[in-house]
């Protein structure tokens, strides 16, 4: 009988699988377009059989849930290293900037998404984890914000929470189809947006 690997290997294993399949599909949406692809191609390309890759993603859709879950772990670190000594609105701030600047070394990726994104009815039906994950954190720290008279109190914290996330997409946007970069995306909407939810006394940076 064979013996049965480590957890911690098999599970390093499947990561590793995962990841060339997922390099893979993304090499070829580039190249050739979501729906051009088969998934005989990204297994040929990824170096394992067909049958594996639909273990590992169901359908070719799930090569874009892998994705969100990339990015799931990326923003549990982003999270992690926020100073919290910061004043709320410093810190969402912080965030967003962050956050933006993990896009722009994603371009390629993201273009693939958005491209995906823009002809897939399904794909804004439902929010993924990672947007619920941000919109929760941006929307407690608001409410933070609005206690301590950083931010204006005559729109729910939900609202505001909903508008600074709204800006950010529109400069994420704008920098993956190199309208402009990161840092210059968003001091644009970070200062726009210090006019909209500021308070009386605009925290300045």
């Known amino acids: 009988m064979i013996p049965i690997p480590p957890a911690g290997l098999r599970e390093r294993k499947d990561a590793e699988v995962k990841r060339a399949f997922y390099e893979a599909a993304m090499e070829l949406f580039r190249e050739k377009g979501f729906t051009a692809t088969s998934a005989d191609e990204i297994a040929a390309r990824a170096g394992y059989s067909r049958a594996t890759f639909f273990n590992h993603f169901g359908t070719k859709k799930g090569v ?3 994705y969100g879950e990339l990015l799931s772990q990326d923003i549990e670190l982003l999270l992690a290293g926020i100073d919290t000594t910061l004043s709320p609105l410093e810190r969402v701030r912080e965030i967003l900037f962050s956050m933006a600047r993990e896009a722009d070394t994603r371009r390629e990726e993201l273009k693939v998404v958005f491209l995906h994104s823009s002809s897939d009815p399904d794909y804004l039906a439902g929010p993924t984890s990672a947007r619920q994950r941000i919109g929760n954190v941006v929307r407690e720290l608001v409410t933070e914000a609005q206690h301590q008279g950083e931010v204006r109190s005559d729109m729910s914290a939900e609202a505001l929470a909903f508008h600074i ?25 970070w200062h726009f947006l210090q006019t909209g939810v500021g308070s009386e006394r605009p925290t300045t940076r």
């Open 64 to 66: 874009f849930r892998y």
């Open 165 to 189: 996330l709204s800006l950010y997409h529109g400069a994420v946007v704008a920098l993956v189809w190199d309208l402009s970069d990161a840092e210059s995306s968003m001091e644009s909407a």
